[in-house]
Nanobody
Framework: QVQLVESGGGLVQAGGSLRVSCAAS????????MGWFRQAPGKEREFVAA????????YSADSVKGRFTISRDNAKNTVYLQMNSLKPEDTAVYYC????????????????WGQGTQVTVSS
């Protein structure tokens, strides 16, 4: 069982930066792929980025490539999403997810979810 708690969301102006974090409980964190998804009002939850259990491989949605970076610190049981050059369309609730298996962009493939943290980008 893995429990995930996101933090670091907030309000930022367009062009600014923000880093959200996800702290995981459980002794098998290092075995899990970790991912970030987001959901804007009235829209489906969409994949943002993912990282392999070792941190050696990362994956990003086309909409955030070159702007967002996912990383993890297995010693701290924490995964991060550094968001730069933020745009108003990045406004959403950002969710952390864990999967006992390889990366997948469908939210249906992920096993554990955090409660989400709101990111709002003003124009």
């Amino acid at each position: 069982q893995v429990q995930l708690v996101e933090s670091g969301g907030g309000l930022v102006q367009a062009g600014g930066s923000l880093r959200v974090s996800c702290a995981a409980s459980g002794s098998f964190f290092s075995n899990y792929a970790m991912g970030w998804f987001r959901q804007a009002p009235g829209k489906e939850r969409e994949f943002v980025a993912a990282i392999s259990w070792s941190g050696g491989r990362t994956y990003s949605a086309d909409s955030v490539k070159g702007r967002f970076t996912i990383s993890r610190d297995n010693a701290k049981n924490t995964v991060y999403l550094q968001m730069n050059s933020l745009k108003p369309e990045d406004t959403a609730v950002y969710y952390c997810a864990a999967r006992d298996g390889p990366y997948g962009s469908s939210a249906l493939l992920w096993d554990y979810w955090g409660q989400g943290t709101q990111v709002t980008v003003s124009s």
